[in-house]
């Protein structure tokens, strides 16, 4: 630091600042970064405020991210963090963020929207807070810096920026690395008092009661869903349990309560979703994935080919396909197309293999009902999206 952080800052002052941080030979700006609240481990349930060294880090809620933006603000928080180059997340304390207030006091009053200080007050009125150390979870607040996301997650803070990243829809699924990310995020019993490591439940519940309190809880997972993190405008989702946090909905999305979205798979344009939206699945615009259909993921169970489901595509009811769709594809109901195997090509009737098919636009596919083979031709008419159901979400 140049100058101390005690004074008032001016326009100046800030500017020699801002140019001497980002000048640093050492310093290089993120790609991503975020001020987020962490929640931790309830290592004594008896003394929910007592937070040790070391408790483990259940979830990061980053209420603003930034993508190769606000540059000015990283290197402020990269500063007084101590942080300088690649991924990492740094505590910031309450004195910590009085500082980066201090430092933003020109910025004031300006007439612009400056999302981060916002939120550094936001988050600084909640620290000061009486009833925050009533709270059952312990809760931080972090700044997590991305070097690159080219580059593998390094701890759990920078899992969930990648996974607001893409539910924010900053970026698409399959754009950047995940590699690891399962491995790093811890199982979280998620409950309506907030995310808890599963061992203290007995406890964590006991309290609850000891306050009047009935403790709810609404799953073990490594995820989150994703509208208990992230609500992206324009969608609707029936069930927030069916969407995990890292789903990438796109505007005049709608899943109904059969619909299902994993992270890292979503929509690209308005869809209706009432099937399966498998880890690494992107539906294109205008598609509609019947009810109860599904596309196979690559996660578990030995898939090995990413789908990808084309604009103007319907999977009927209770249909399914384990290769991708060209756009304008249809799959009838209660029709699964194997990722590989014979499927008759008509009306040319010549046998291929169903993998030849993948990515080929406007195929129909059927089991014949007389013969019981799989077939596929051209389609005969596209499908059109319902637009009432669509616009003005
Ligand atoms: C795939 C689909 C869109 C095709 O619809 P389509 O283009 O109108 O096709 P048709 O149903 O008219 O069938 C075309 C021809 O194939 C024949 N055919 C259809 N299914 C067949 C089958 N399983 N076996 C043998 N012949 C079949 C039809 O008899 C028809 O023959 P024709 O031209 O001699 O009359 C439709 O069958 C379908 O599955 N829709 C799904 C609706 C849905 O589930 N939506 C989601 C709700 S949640």
Same mark, same amino acid.
């Given at each position: 630091?140049?100058?101390?952080?005690?004074?008032?800052?001016?326009?100046?002052?800030?500017?020699?600042?801002?140019?001497?941080?980002?000048?640093?030979?050492?310093?290089?700006?993120?790609?991503?970064?975020?001020?987020?609240?962490?929640?931790?481990?309830?290592?004594?349930?008896?003394?929910?405020?007592?937070?040790?060294?070391?408790?483990?880090?259940?979830?990061?809620?980053?209420?603003?991210?930034?993508?190769?933006?606000?540059?000015?603000?990283?290197?402020?928080?990269?500063?007084?963090?101590?942080?300088?180059?690649?991924?990492?997340?740094?505590?910031?304390?309450?004195?910590?963020?009085?500082?980066?207030?201090?430092?933003?006091?020109?910025?004031?009053?300006?007439?612009?929207?400056?999302?981060?200080?916002?939120?550094?007050?936001?988050?600084?009125?909640?620290?000061?807070?009486?009833?925050?150390?009533?709270?059952?979870?312990?809760?931080?607040?972090?700044?997590?810096?991305?070097?690159?996301?080219?580059?593998?997650?390094?701890?759990?803070?920078?899992?969930?920026?990648?996974?607001?990243?893409?539910?924010?829809?900053?970026?698409?699924?399959?754009?950047?690395?995940?590699?690891?990310?399962?491995?790093?995020?811890?199982?979280?019993?998620?409950?309506?008092?907030?995310?808890?490591?599963?061992?203290?439940?007995?406890?964590?519940?006991?309290?609850?009661?000891?306050?009047?309190?009935?403790?709810?809880?609404?799953?073990?997972?490594?995820?989150?869903?994703?509208?208990?993190?992230?609500?992206? @405008? /324009?969608?609707?989702?029936?069930?927030?349990? !069916?969407?995990? %946090?890292?789903?990438? =909905?796109?505007? +005049?999305? $709608?899943?109904?309560?059969?619909?299902?979205?994993?992270?890292?798979?979503?929509?690209?344009?308005?869809?209706?979703?009432?099937?399966?939206?498998?880890?690494?699945?992107?539906?294109?615009?205008?598609?509609?994935?019947?009810?109860?259909?599904?596309?196979?993921?690559?996660?578990?169970?030995?898939?090995?080919?990413?789908?990808?489901?084309?604009?103007?595509?319907?999977?009927?009811?209770?249909?399914?396909?384990?290769?991708?769709?060209?756009?304008?594809?249809?799959?009838?109901?209660?029709?699964?197309?194997?990722?590989?195997?014979?499927?008759?090509?008509?009306?040319?009737?010549?046998?291929?293999?169903?993998?030849?098919? @993948? /990515?080929?636009?406007?195929?129909?596919?059927? !089991?014949?009902? %007389?013969?019981?083979? =799989?077939?596929? +031709?051209? $389609?005969?008419?596209?499908?059109?999206?319902?637009?009432?159901?669509?616009?003005?979400?």
């Amino acid at each position: 630091m140049t100058r101390s952080h005690q004074s008032v800052w001016t326009q100046e002052d800030y500017d020699n600042y801002i140019e001497a941080v980002r000048a640093r030979p050492v310093y290089e700006p993120p790609t991503a970064f975020a001020i987020g609240l962490a929640s931790h481990t309830l290592v004594n349930a008896g003394e929910p405020e007592v937070m040790f060294g070391g408790a483990q880090v259940l979830d990061t809620w980053y209420p603003h991210v930034n993508l190769m933006e606000h540059f000015d603000t990283a290197a402020v928080l990269a500063d007084v963090t101590g942080h300088s180059t690649g991924s990492a997340s740094r505590s910031l304390s309450r004195t910590n963020i009085e500082m980066v207030l201090r430092i933003f006091g020109p910025l004031e009053g300006d007439g612009k929207y400056h999302p981060n200080i916002e939120i550094l007050k936001a988050l600084h009125q909640l620290l000061t807070s009486p009833d925050h150390t009533k709270t059952l979870v312990p809760q931080t607040v972090v700044v997590t810096f991305i070097g690159s996301l080219d580059d593998p997650p390094v701890d759990v803070h920078d899992c969930y920026l990648r996974l607001h990243l893409l539910s924010h829809r900053r970026v698409q699924p399959r754009s950047i690395n995940l590699s690891g990310l399962i491995g790093l995020l811890p199982n979280v019993l998620w409950t309506s008092e907030g995310p808890l490591a599963p061992e203290t439940f007995e406890m964590a519940k006991l309290q609850c009661l000891a306050r009047g309190v009935h403790l709810r809880v609404f799953g073990v997972d490594k995820f989150p869903h994703m509208t208990d993190y992230v609500v992206p @405008s /324009g969608v609707r989702v029936a069930d927030a349990s !069916r969407v995990r %946090l890292g789903a990438h =909905l796109a505007k +005049g999305t $709608t899943v109904m309560q059969e619909g299902f979205c994993n992270f890292n798979a979503g929509t690209l344009g308005p869809s209706m979703v009432e099937g399966r939206i498998s880890q690494g699945v992107l539906v294109g615009a205008g598609s509609d994935i019947g009810g109860g259909a599904s596309i196979m993921g690559t996660l578990s169970g030995g898939g090995k080919e990413v789908i990808t489901i084309g604009d103007g595509c319907l999977l009927g009811a209770n249909s399914g396909t384990g290769i991708s769709l060209g756009p304008g594809c249809q799959v009838q109901q209660g029709v699964y197309v194997l990722s590989n195997g014979p499927i008759r090509l008509q009306p040319e009737g010549t046998v291929v293999r169903t993998w030849e098919l @993948s /990515g080929r636009p406007n195929l129909r596919y059927w !089991r014949n009902s %007389l013969t019981g083979e =799989l077939e596929a +031709g051209p $389609t005969k008419a596209a499908v059109q999206l319902n637009p009432e159901l669509h616009t003005k979400q």
